[in-house]
Nanobody, 125 residues
Framework: QLQLVESGGDLVQPGGSLRLSCAASGFTVNSYSIGWFRQAPGKEREWVAC???????VYGDAVKGRFTISRDNAKNTVYLQMNSLKPEDTAVYYC???????????????????WGKGTLVTVSS
């Protein structure tokens, strides 16, 4: 069974950095496309980034230039490095895997197949 577990969420000051992890089991992270999404209180889920099975990555406009998605095949883990954090980055961050299709690269959350339970990031002074 495919499973994802996020970790690394924390309280951080504006301008700070944080790295989230998404540990995968039941599959290898270089076999499928994996995305990060986030949901702030009272808002819809928003696409953050996607790393395609080939290794290429794409980003949502709100985080482009500040966030970096990467993976470690040996650890079977996908990361989200977040720099220059802003209060509007506050949200629960989820990772999700897409077994087939192209939802990840277009940021379509309803096309992702398996989800983690999320990790909370709070950006506040």
């Amino acid at each position: 069974q495919l499973q994802l577990v996020e970790s690394g969420g924390d309280l951080v000051q504006p301008g700070g950095s944080l790295r989230l992890s998404c540990a995968a089991s039941g599959f290898t992270v270089n076999s499928y496309s994996i995305g990060w999404f986030r949901q702030a209180p009272g808002k819809e889920r928003e696409w953050v980034a996607c790393i395609i099975f080939s290794g290429s990555s794409v980003y949502g406009d709100a985080v482009k230039g500040r966030f970096t998605i990467s993976r470690d095949n040996a650890k079977n883990t996908v990361y989200l490095q977040m720099n220059s954090l802003k209060p509007e980055d506050t949200a629960v961050y989820y990772c999700a895997v897409e077994v087939r299709g192209s939802s990840c690269v277009f940021g379509r959350s309803n096309g992702m197949d398996y989800w983690g339970k999320g990790t909370l990031v709070t950006v506040s002074s």
